[in-house]
């Protein structure tokens, strides 16, 4: 008995909890913020013609609905290479993602 009244127990109080809380939460903010940065630019705009591209940026990607591609897909620019002369454009055709929308 005197074994156990001699030992001093260490609880866990709540201030731990609140630290680590708080710590998680301090890092989940600026996780998220970056994440919607990232994920922004992957929402491509979208124009009807090429020639309507005014400025592309490197790494920067836009579907063109010009109906150069088979049915079921749609052209995308992107800005893929800097070269001298500005950004080097790179064209594919893609899987059309939701539903055509007329302008």
Not at 83 to 102: E, M
Request: aromatic letters at 0%; one cysteine or more; charged letters at 20%.
């Amino acid at each position: 008995m005197l074994g156990l009244m001699g030992r001093r127990h260490r609880t866990r109080g709540p201030n731990l909890a609140i630290r680590k809380a708080s710590a998680t939460s301090a890092l989940a903010l600026p996780a998220s913020i970056a994440l919607w940065l990232l994920a922004t630019p992957a929402a491509a705009e979208q124009v009807a013609r090429e020639q309507d591209i005014a400025d592309l940026r490197l790494g920067q990607r836009i579907l063109v609905d010009d109906g150069s591609c088979p049915a079921g897909q749609i052209k995308e620019v992107s800005g893929s290479q800097m070269t001298t002369s500005g950004v080097l454009r790179t064209r594919k055709c893609i899987p059309r993602l939701g539903v055509k929308q007329k302008h």
